[in-house]
Every structure is written in C-alpha cells, then in structure tokens.
C-alpha cells in the first residue's frame, strides 16, 4: 500500500515485506499451533496445521496465508473432511481414556497419511496407488 500511494519502492519496505514473510514462513513450517499465530487474529488466515497437511502429500491447501483461495479451488476439500473426522472423533472419545484416545488419534493419523501416499502416487503417475488401509 505503501508503494502504491507514494509510487516508489523504498527499500525499508522492501525489509519489512521480507521479515513479514520470514515471520510468516516459519510460523506455517514450524509444526506448532501458537497461540500467536495469525490463523488466531484473522480467520482466514493458514496455520502450521493447514500447512503440515499440504506436506504430507503436496496435492492439497497450497495456500500459504490465504485459505480463501483454497476453498475457492476446492484444495481444501481433504483437509475440510480431516478436521471434521477430528472432530467427530473426538466427540466420540470424551469420555474414554488417555491411552484410548491416543491410540485413536495415532490410527487416524496412519490412515491420513495412507491417503496423503496414495494421492501423491496418483498425481505422480509413476507408480500404482498403494490401496487405502482403514485402522479400526
């Protein structure tokens, strides 16, 4: 904004473009949820979690800062039924215990990651999708 109304580039907006982005970069590759991420302050903001689904296979939520675009193209749409079945599975585990739970959650975990593998082989081409092993 500053570059627009002014029409120059000065090079201390150049410096905080770049620590703005570093800022952001670690934040989305950092594996943590801060509670001072920007995904807390602006809604549609990307976090480390949104980010971390992205690598598991590179086929999904390419957006680095804005969900939006995401949503719009539809590359969310894995990431949108992972959080739902998160949800759900932890509604069904409120009542049982730590070790319950945390089996639970590292099944689900497998499974995603399956699937993150199958989608990276089908985008590759390369090999055959590996088939998709549910844990119970």
């Not at 590759?29 to 971390?52: K, M, N, R, T, V």
């Not at 680095?64 to 959080?83: A, E, L, P, Q, V």
């Not at 099944?107 to 999708?129: F, H, M, Q, V």
Request: charged share 25%.
């Amino acid at each position: 904004l500053y570059c627009w109304y002014t029409r120059n580039l000065h090079i201390f907006t150049v410096y905080i473009w770049i620590t703005l982005r570093l800022f952001q970069a670690i934040d989305a590759h950092s594996g943590y949820d801060f509670p001072w991420s920007l995904q807390h302050i602006i809604p549609f903001w990307s976090g480390a979690e949104h980010h971390d689904f992205h690598h598991m296979a590179f086929t999904n939520n390419f957006s680095t800062s804005f969900r939006w675009c995401d949503r719009i193209f539809g590359t969310d749409d894995k990431y949108r039924d992972y959080r739902a079945r998160i949800s759900a599975q932890k509604a069904a585990m409120k009542n049982k215990s730590k070790s319950e739970r945390e089996e639970a959650e590292r099944n689900l975990i497998a499974e995603i990651e399956a699937e993150g593998l199958r989608a990276e082989a089908i985008a590759e081409g390369s090999t055959p999708a590996p088939k998709i092993v549910k844990v119970q």
